[in-house]
């Protein structure tokens, strides 16, 4: 599945049909970014791993990747009043990938995001916020490990938030939302359909000043999920159910520097017997203006995960694995031109396949390039 910069169009040209003529001019660019850019990755962890075509035989791979991306979104505006966002992100990656045993592979990855957000102010210092999201993702020619691509998908996402205006600069958020994800499992390996699952999650979060240039926000939140193709052999409760639940704090400081920190606790507990875990990450990030115009940011993520009980055959939600990776990266950033600027881009993950408590590891350098056409 594709979704791309022309299903953003279709959507905006039928809501341009559906407003009001006064108001078609208010539709306008929020922003539209075309990126592109290249990589050398290299990948460590011969792992199992749910929809891969074989399992190869190897501890190291490397890859070079090629990508290309648009992102942007447009605003409606009503009596100079923002009333709705509507955002696209889509691109491709080609992977050239080496070191396995059986075949070089070369996958490529189609990934795509439309968002539609209405805003309805409903008293003074109460919005409430309406939104609706759909993504997906193709991977063709899937590779085994250590090189990981998350299987393709389709979800869908909705929900509703509550900011309620607290004064002196703090606020209070409620989201609710609803999401259901469907996984294309290829014949040779239907074990992806395990993945398909339904969930509800609500997040609370408060946000107050710290000094004259900085914020803290506290939040926690839930999720409720159900498996409909996993089933945990118990008559009265068939299908997988998890619980989950995370809270942490966000301290930030924005001026000339930015910089970040942050610490969040989560747990899972479910109905089956995949493994039940507790983690903690914490957060840094850093950005400066650095020599020659530049902008330099670091950022790092160290999770530290626990299984209460070790059990091989459990599968994680693809984006699971991301919540509980750790990750660090070094970029600089410099325009090289009117509408143009040039990223370089050192970074390290170490994450968790489909499979529990199974880690690989991957190092890459990035260029990237960013244009703007400014309309």
Partial sequence: ??????????????????????????????????????????????????GATVRDSTEVASAMVSEMGMRGGWVWRHGGVVRATLDFD???????????????????????????????PVSQGVLLTGFARVRGRQVEDRPPM?????????SAQGGFGVEVDAGGSSRVNLRLVGEQSDFAAPEFAPQV??????????????????????????????????????????????FRRDRGWNAGADWTHQGTRVAQLGAEVRTN????????????????????????????????????????????????IPGEEA????????????????????TVRLGWTRAETEIGGEYFQRVGAYLLLRYRPGF
């Avoid at 250590?146 to 389709?154: D, E, H, S, T, V």
């Avoid at 609370?204 to 159900?226: D, K, N, Y």
């Fill in 269 to 316: 507990r479910s109905n089956s017997r995949r493994p039940e875990y507790n983690s903690v990450t914490v957060q840094t990030l850093f950005s400066s203006p650095a020599p020659g115009d530049a902008i330099f940011s670091a950022y790092a993520a160290l999770t530290l995960k626990q299984y209460l009980e070790a059990i091989p055959s459990a599968r994680l």
């Fill in 323 to 342: 919540n509980n990776a750790s990750l660090a990266y070094l970029s600089l950033t410099r325009g090289l031109a009117r509408n143009l600027d040039g």
């Fill in 90 to 120: 889509g691109g491709v990656r080609q992977f050239t990938a080496r070191g396995f045993e059986l075949r070089d592979y070369a996958p490529r990855e189609w990934v795509g995001t439309l968002d539609l957000t209405a805003f309805q």
């Fill in 1 to 50: 599945m594709r979704v791309s910069s022309g299903h953003a169009g279709l959507v905006l040209a039928l809501l341009a049909v559906l407003l009001p003529a006064e108001t078609e001019a208010q539709i306008t660019w929020r922003d539209f970014v075309v990126t592109g850019g290249v990589s050398a990755e290299g990948y460590q962890g011969n792992l199992p791993t749910a």
């Fill in 146 to 154: 250590p090189l990981f691509l998350p299987p393709a998908y389709r």
């Fill in 193 to 238: 359909r395990l993945l398909d699952r339904s969930s509800g999650t609500a997040r609370l979060s408060a946000t107050v000043p710290a000094g004259t240039s900085g914020s803290v926000e506290f939040f926690m939140g839930g999720e409720l999920s159900r498996y409909p193709e996993q089933t945990t052999f118990v008559d009265d409760d068939p």
